[in-house]
C-alpha cells in the first residue's frame, strides 16, 4: 500500500524558516517524480514544487522561487521541503503526492500544517 | 499563470446528473490533454478522480466521467450520491515542467 506522511509543519514566526519531511512506503520512491501542494485555510489547491526522480531538475512555484527548496533522499525514501523567509500568506496545509501521470497526482499524504504567525 | 476558471458552487438531487466546468486558456487546457480532477472531502486530502482529460484511475467509479473542447473542460457526475458531496479541483497542466495550475475549487452539493 502506497503511504505517504508528512511531518515538520508548525508555527513560525515570518521570516524564519521549517523544513518539512515526507516519507514514503509501498512503492519504488526513487522512479517518481514528487510534488508539493500547499492549501490555505478555506482556500483552494495551489502547485508549490516539483522534484524528479533522481532529484537532478527541480520546478518551483513563482511565490516561492528563491525561498522554497525541494529535494529528496532516495535512500532513505524521503521527500523534503525547505522553507526560508517565510511570510504569513505561507500559511497552509502543505500536501506532498506523487505522480501517477503525467501532471496527475494519485496519492496524496494526510497534510502537515505550516503556521506563519508572530 | 492564472488560475482556472470554476463555478464555486453546484447542487443536484440524488440520482441527477451534473457537470462542472474549468475554463482556462490556450496556453493550458486548450494546449494539452492533462487535465486532471480532483475530489475533496472537508478534511481530508484530495483524491484523483480523472487524469488526461478522461480516464479513470483504478477505483473510481464510473459515474465520473472527464471531457474537453478548447479551452474548457468538464466534469459529469451521474446518478449522483450523497458521498458525492465534496469540493472539487480541475488542474491543467501548461507547460515549464511544472505541475500545471488549478482551478478555484467547486463545492458540489447533494440536495
Known amino acids: 500500500e502506497v503511504q505517504l506522511v508528512e511531518s515538520g509543519g508548525g508555527l513560525v514566526q515570518p521570516g524564519g524558516s521549517l523544513r518539512l519531511s515526507c516519507a514514503a512506503s509501498?512503492?519504488?520512491?526513487?522512479?517518481?517524480?514528487m510534488h508539493w501542494v500547499r492549501q490555505a485555510p478555506g482556500k483552494g489547491l495551489v502547485w508549490v514544487s516539483r522534484?524528479?526522480?533522481?532529484?537532478?531538475?527541480?520546478s518551483y512555484a513563482d511565490s516561492v522561487k528563491g525561498r522554497f527548496t525541494i529535494s529528496r533522499d532516495n535512500a532513505k525514501n524521503t521527500l523534503y521541503l525547505q522553507m526560508n523567509s517565510l511570510r504569513a500568506e505561507d500559511t497552509a496545509v502543505y500536501y506532498c503526492?506523487?505522480?501517477?501521470?503525467?501532471?496527475?497526482?494519485?496519492?496524496w499524504g494526510q497534510g502537515t500544517l505550516v503556521t506563519v504567525s508572530s | 499563470q492564472s488560475a482556472l476558471t470554476q463555478p464555486a458552487s453546484v447542487s443536484g438531487s440524488p440520482g441527477q446528473s451534473i457537470t462542472i466546468s474549468c475554463t482556462g486558456t490556450s496556453s493550458d487546457v486548450g494546449s494539452y490533454n492533462l487535465v486532471s480532477w480532483y475530489q475533496q472531502h472537508p478534511g481530508k486530502a484530495p483524491k484523483l478522480m480523472i487524469y488526461?482529460?478522461?480516464k479513470r484511475p483504478s477505483g473510481v467509479s464510473n459515474r465520473f466521467s472527464g471531457s474537453k473542447s478548447g479551452n474548457t473542460a468538464s466534469l459529469t457526475i451521474s446518478g449522483l450520491q450523497a458521498e458525492d458531496e465534496a469540493d472539487y479541483y480541475c488542474c491543467s497542466y501548461a507547460g515549464s515542467s511544472t505541475l500545471g495550475v488549478f482551478g478555484g475549487g467547486t463545492k458540489l452539493t447533494v440536495l
Open positions: 509501498g512503492f519504488t520512491f526513487s522512479s517518481y517524480w
Open positions: 522534484i524528479n526522480s533522481d532529484g537532478s531538475s527541480t
Open positions: 503526492a506523487r505522480e501517477t501521470s503525467i501532471a496527475a497526482l494519485g496519492y
Open positions: 488526461e482529460v478522461s
